[in-house]
C-alpha cells in the first residue's frame, strides 16, 4: 500500500462510522416507546338489540413493559363496563332506539404514578337494512375514506401508515345478507371516475366469498354469517383505481373484527372427576378441582364461567358437606361427619354456567364428581371372644395352639384394618408368640418354645390387638382390646436322659475281669408316671464291659488294654441304651469315657528289625533303638546288650549304648562273609517294675563297593528256612505232582477212546474210506468215527507246508443236493441192504459232499501228507501201463482224473 493510499482510507473509515453512529441515533429516537392507549378514536358498530354481557369493542393499552396497576374507567358507568384487559361491554340491555350523541370516553389510570391516558370510542348503531344506496349516498352508513395529505382528527397516524379503526361484526347473524358493513371513499372520486376493490381472507383468499365490495360505490357487504371461534377477525386491504387501472389512492387496511356471541356451552375436559379425601376431614378440606371450558371469547362474559354444585348424593349426614369455589372450581369439605364406614363415596353433579353465572342470559353443562372417603385408622380391632382355648402336648414347638379372632370396621386389607397381637401378660419365659394370618388377619397362637408339662402344666396369657397404623389421633378409646387365652398343656412319655452324659472314667490297664466299674444310670423326666428303665449294650467295640439291665451296674468281662487298636488317644468310648416302660417306650443313649492309665506291661523291641552292612570292619557299624507300646515312665532310657548265647555272638558282635534310645551294633571281626544273620539283642525299658526282651535284628551282609553301599552281584541265601517257607514248598510240589497226574491219566483215556472206534472197512481194501461218513444219513453207528478234516483242509502244522504257506481255499460248487434215501421203519434185512446202496449212490453223485473240487489239493503232494501221494496208487515204472478205467467208476468226481491218466491224445 502506497503512502498516499493509507490517508484516504482512514477518512473513509471514519466518515462511515459517523453515518453509522448518526442512523443509530435517529432509529433510537424513532423507536422510544411511550405508554397508552394505541388509537385516540375508536369506532363501534352497536347491533340492534344489544344483550348485558355483550362485548363491543377492545380498546388496547400498551404498557411498554413497565408492568404497571392500570385501572381503567368509563365515562357512561351506567350502560358501559370495561374489563381489566380492555374489553368493553353493555351492561343493560340496549336497542337501536338509543341515540348516542357524544362518544364513549375510556380513561386508564396508573395506581403508582396516578398518571392518566384517554380515548374515544365512538357508537355507530347498525342502520336499518331497508336503508337505499341514497342513505348511503347521504352519509347515513360509516365511510371509510382514503387518507389525505391533511391531518385528519378522526385518524391517527403511526410510522408513516393510517390506521383505521376495525369495523365490529356480531357472529351468526341472521340477514339478511348481502349485510352492509360499511362504505369506503376517495376524495378523488369527484374529480375521476374510480373503481373500488378489495383482497385479502374473506375477499379474495380463502375463505373467498365472505366480502364484496361494490367497485362503484365502494360498499363493503358481508355476504354470510360469520363464526368467531373460526376466523375471529379479517384484514382486508382496500384499494382505489381509476378507469384505466391505475392506482389513485395508496391501499388502506381494512380491519374486521367478528364480535363474540354466546353461541357456545361450557364443556367439561372430562365427564366423571374422580377425587378422594380422608374420612374425619376437618371443614375446608381441599378434595379436588374440576375444569370446564368455553370456546367463546374468554375476554367476554361468553366466556366467564362460574361453578356450582347442583346435587350431593347419598345427602347424608348433611346435603351440604362439599362447596365449589364458583371461579376456580375447587371442591371443598365443609361439613363434618365424612364416616367411610357408613358412606364410603358421594356423587356431585356440577353446572358451569357462562356468562359468570348468570342463570337468565348464559349457558350451562354439568359433569360428575365421583368423591372417595378414604379410610384411617378410626376403629380398633376388638376380639370377638373375651377368652379363647388351647392345648398343646409338651416337648413340641411350631404348634398353633388357638386361632384369635377379632373384627375391624376400616378398609380390609390395609394398615388400619392389619392387626397386630401381642402377649402382655402370662409367657414371662417366651413359650408362645402370636403371628398374624396374612390372609384372614387372625392371630396364630404358637408354641416357639417347648413346655414341660412337669413344669407348667397350663398358662393363661393376656392378648392385646392393635393395628399396624396407629389409631387417628382424634380417635378416644375407653380401653384396649384384650383377651384371655388359656392353654392346656398334656403330658407325653419323653425320654430318660442321663447325667452326666458322657461320663468319663480314669482306670488302669490291666484290669481283670468281673470287676465292677461304675454305676451308669439314667433320669426319667416323667416324674408324675410310675415307670421303669432297663439298660443295655448299645456300642461296645472291644467287647470289654457288661451292663446290668436293672440297676446299670457296669463290670468288666475283659482285660481292659490301653494298647489296644479300639482304644483311642488313650480313651475307651462304650454307649448304653435306658429304654423305659411307658407306651409307646421311651429310650435315650448314654456314653461312657474310660480314661486308661498307663502301666508297664509291654516289652520294648528293636528298631529297625532289619538293616544291611559290608563284609569289611571298617563300614560294619549299624545305629539301632527301640519301640515300646508303654507311655513315658514305662519307656526309655533303654539298655541294650547282647545275650550270653549263643557264643558266636558276643565273639562276632558287639553292642556300645550311645544314649538313653540309640545304641550301635558292630563287628568285632575283621571279615564276615555275605548272607543274612539274626543277631539277638536284650532290650530293657525303664519301667516302674522294668520289662525285659530279646528282640532279633535281621542283619545282611554283602559285598560293597567303594562307597559302601551293596553291589548285589550273587544271591545271598538265607542260612536257614523256617518252617512256614518248608510247608508252603512242600504244598507246592505236591499240587504240581497231582496236576502231572491228572493230565496223564486224560490223556491215556483219550488214546483208548480212539482205539475203540475201529473203521468197520480196512482203508487198504477201500480207498474211499473217508465215503463211509454218508452211511451215517441212514442212522450211523457209534463206533464210526471219521476224520474228514483231512479232505477238506491239509494239516497246516506238517513242515512242508510251513516251509511253502500253502493253504487249501476249497469252493462249495453251487449244485441242488440230492435226496438221500430215508430209513425204512420196519426191521427187514433186504431193505436195510437196499437202503445202503440208494444210500451210497447218492452219495456218489453228490458234487456238494467234500473233498470239494480243489487244485491247490492235489497239486501237493509233500511230506508227512495223511492222504498219501496219488503215485502211490498201483503205480509203476510207466503210467501208460496202468488202467485207470476203474476211477469212472468212483463216481463224476474221478471222472476227470480217469480221462488224464487214460493214455488218449485228448
Known amino acids: 500500500m502506497s503512502a498516499n493510499t493509507a490517508p484516504m482510507l482512514r477518512i ?32 363501534a358498530v352497536i347491533p340492534e338489540r344489544v344483550l348485558p354481557g355483550r362485548p363491543l369493542i377492545t380498546v388496547k393499552y400498551v404498557d411498554c413493559g413497565r408492568g404497571a396497576h392500570v385501572r381503567f374507567e368509563c365515562s357512561q358507568p351506567g350502560d358501559f363496563g370495561i374489563s381489566v384487559d380492555g374489553v368493553v361491554f353493555a351492561l343493560q340491555p340496549l336497542h337501536k332506539s338509543h341515540s348516542w350523541t357524544s362518544p364513549l370516553l375510556i380513561r386508564a389510570q396508573d395506581e403508582d404514578t396516578q398518571q392518566q391516558w384517554q380515548t374515544l370510542i365512538r357508537l355507530l348503531p347498525v342502520r336499518d337494512h331497508s336503508t337505499t344506496d341514497r342513505d348511503v349516498l347521504r352519509g347515513n352508513l360509516p365511510e371509510i375514506v382514503f387518507p389525505s395529505h391533511e391531518n385528519d382528527m378522526s385518524l391517527k397516524r403511526t410510522k408513516r401508515d393510517w390506521v383505521i379503526p376495525p369495523i365490529n361484526v356480531p357472529e351468526n347473524s341472521r340477514g339478511p345478507f348481502p349485510m352492509e358493513l360499511v362504505r369506503i371513499r376517495s376524495d378523488n372520486d369527484e374529480k375521476v371516475s374510480l373503481r373500488y376493490s378489495v383482497t385479502g381472507p374473506g375477499a379474495d383468499q380463502p375463505p373467498t366469498g365472505v366480502f364484496s365490495i361494490d367497485p362503484i360505490s365502494g360498499l363493503l357487504t358481508v355476504l354470510k354469517p360469520l363464526d368467531r ?40 375436559i372430562q365427564q366423571i372427576w374422580n377425587g378422594s379425601v380422608p374420612e374425619g376431614s376437618k371443614p375446608g378440606t381441599s378434595v379436588m378441582t374440576v375444569t370446564a371450558v368455553d370456546k367463546d371469547d374468554p375476554g367476554t362474559l361468553n366466556g366467564q364461567l362460574r361453578y356450582k354444585i347442583v346435587s350431593q348424593n347419598p345427602n347424608i349426614p348433611s346435603p351440604n358437606m362439599f362447596t365449589i369455589n364458583n371461579r376456580t372450581g375447587s371442591i371443598i369439605t365443609v361439613a363434618a361427619g365424612l364416616d367411610r364406614e357408613k358412606v364410603p363415596q358421594y356423587t356431585l353433579i356440577i353446572q358451569a354456567t357462562d356468562m359468570e353465572g348468570n342463570p337468565m ?57 392389619k ?52 389409631l387417628d389421633k382424634g380417635i378416644r378409646l375407653p380401653r384396649q382390646s384384650t383377651a384371655t387365652v388359656s392353654i392346656r398343656v398334656t403330658d407325653v412319655n419323653e425320654s430318660p436322659y442321663f447325667q452326666p452324659n458322657p461320663k468319663v472314667l480314669r482306670l488302669q490297664e490291666g484290669m481283670q475281669a468281673e470287676s465292677e466299674i461304675t454305676v451308669f444310670t439314667a433320669q426319667d423326666p416323667d416324674r408324675f408316671e410310675q415307670q421303669s428303665l432297663r439298660y443295655s449294650t448299645l456300642s461296645d467295640p472291644a467287647n470289654w464291659l457288661r451292663i446290668d439291665p436293672i440297676s446299670g451296674r457296669i463290670t468288666t468281662i475283659a482285660v481292659l488294654d490301653r494298647e489296644s487298636p479300639f482304644v483311642q488317644d488313650n480313651i475307651y468310648t462304650a454307649t448304653f441304651l435306658a429304654i423305659d416302660s411307658g407306651i409307646p417306650p421311651a ?97 530293657t525299658d525303664s519301667g516302674d517294675m522294668p520289662l525285659s526282651n530279646t528282640s532279633y535284628l535281621r542283619v545282611k551282609v554283602c559285598q560293597c563297593d567303594h562307597n559302601g553301599d551293596c553291589t548285589d552281584q550273587e544271591r545271598i541265601m538265607s542260612v536257614g528256612l523256617g518252617t512256614g517257607a518248608i510247608i508252603a514248598l512242600l504244598l507246592c510240589i505236591i499240587t504240581l505232582l497231582i496236576l502231572v497226574l491228572l493230565f496223564v491219566m486224560w490223556m491215556k483215556r483219550r488214546d483208548k477212546e480212539r482205539q475203540v472206534k475201529q473203521l468197520l472197512i480196512d482203508p487198504e481194501e477201500d480207498i474211499r474210506d473217508s465215503i463211509l461218513k454218508y452211511d451215517e444219513e441212514g442212522g450211523g453207528e457209534e463206533d464210526q468215527d471219521y476224520d474228514l478234516s483231512q479232505l477238506q483242509q491239509p494239516d497246516i502244522e506238517t513242515d512242508g507246508l510251513k516251509a511253502i504257506g500253502i493253504r487249501r481255499m476249497d469252493e462249495r460248487p453251487l449244485h441242488p443236493e440230492p435226496h438221500y434215501p430215508v430209513r425204512s421203519t420196519a426191521p427187514h434185512p433186504g431193505d436195510i441192504g437196499d437202503f445202503i446202496s440208494e444210500g451210497l449212490r447218492a452219495a456218489d453223485n453228490d458234487p456238494s459232499a467234500p473233498p470239494y473240487d480243489s487244485l ?33 467208476d468212483w463216481g463224476p468226481r474221478f471222472t476227470k482224473l480217469a480221462d488224464m491218466y487214460s493214455g488218449t491224445d485228448e
Not at 453515518?19 to 397508552?36: F, M, N, T, W
Request: aromatic share 8%.
Open 12 to 43: 473513509l473509515i471514519r466518515a462511515l462510522l459517523l453515518a453509522l453512529l448518526l442512523e443509530a441515533a435517529q432509529s433510537g429516537s424513532a423507536g422510544v416507546c411511550r405508554p397508552g392507549f394505541t388509537e385516540d378514536l375508536y369506532t
Open 229 to 268: 371461534e373460526h376466523l375471529p377477525s379479517f384484514n382486508l386491504r382496500a384499494h382505489a383505481v381509476d378507469m384505466n387501472g391505475n392506482q389513485v389512492e395508496n391501499p388502506i387496511d381494512v380491519m374486521i373484527n367478528v364480535i363474540d356471541m354466546n353461541d357456545n356451552r361450557p364443556e367439561f
Open 419 to 470: 392387626t397386630i397381637y401381642k402377649i402382655t401378660a402370662g409367657d414371662p419365659m417366651g413359650h408362645f408368640s402370636v403371628p398374624t394370618d396374612p390372609v384372614s388377619n387372625e392371630g396364630l397362637v404358637t408354641v416357639v418354645k417347648s413346655v414341660d408339662y412337669e413344669i407348667n402344666r397350663s398358662f393363661v396369657l393376656m392378648v392385646v390387638a392393635l393395628n399396624e397404623v396407629p
Open 856 to 888: 491247490l489239493v492235489f497239486d501237493y503232494e509233500g511230506n508227512g501228507s495223511t492222504a498219501g501221494s496219488l503215485s502211490s496208487i498201483n503205480s509203476s515204472s510207466s503210467d501208460g501201463d496202468q488202467d485207470y478205467d476203474y476211477l469212472h
Open 361 to 417: 342470559y348464559g349457558l350451562s353443562n354439568t359433569g360428575t364428581a365421583i368423591i372417595t372417603i378414604t379410610d384411617v385408622n378410626d376403629n380398633p380391632p376388638e376380639f370377638t371372644s373375651e377368652t379363647f382355648f388351647g392345648t398343646v402336648p409338651e416337648n413340641q414347638v411350631n404348634v398353633i395352639v388357638a386361632n384369635l379372632t377379632v373384627t375391624d370396621k376400616d378398609q380390609p386389607n390395609t394398615g388400619a384394618w
Open 587 to 683: 429310650s435315650s443313649t448314654g456314653t461312657l469315657q474310660i480314661l486308661l492309665l498307663d502301666i508297664n506291661d509291654n516289652a520294648p523291641e528293636v528298631f529297625p528289625a532289619e538293616a544291611k552292612m559290608c563284609e569289611k570292619p571298617e563300614n560294619n557299624g549299624i545305629n539301632i533303638t527301640a519301640l515300646d507300646a508303654d507311655m513315658d515312665p514305662n519307656t526309655g532310657p533303654f539298655s541294650f546288650e547282647l545275650p550270653l548265647q549263643p557264643s558266636d555272638v558276643r565273639k562276632n558282635w558287639t553292642i556300645t549304648r550311645l544314649s538313653g534310645e540309640y545304641a550301635q551294633l558292630s563287628l568285632k571281626i575283621d571279615f564276615l562273609e555275605s548272607g543274612i544273620y539274626r543277631i539277638p539283642i536284650i532290650i
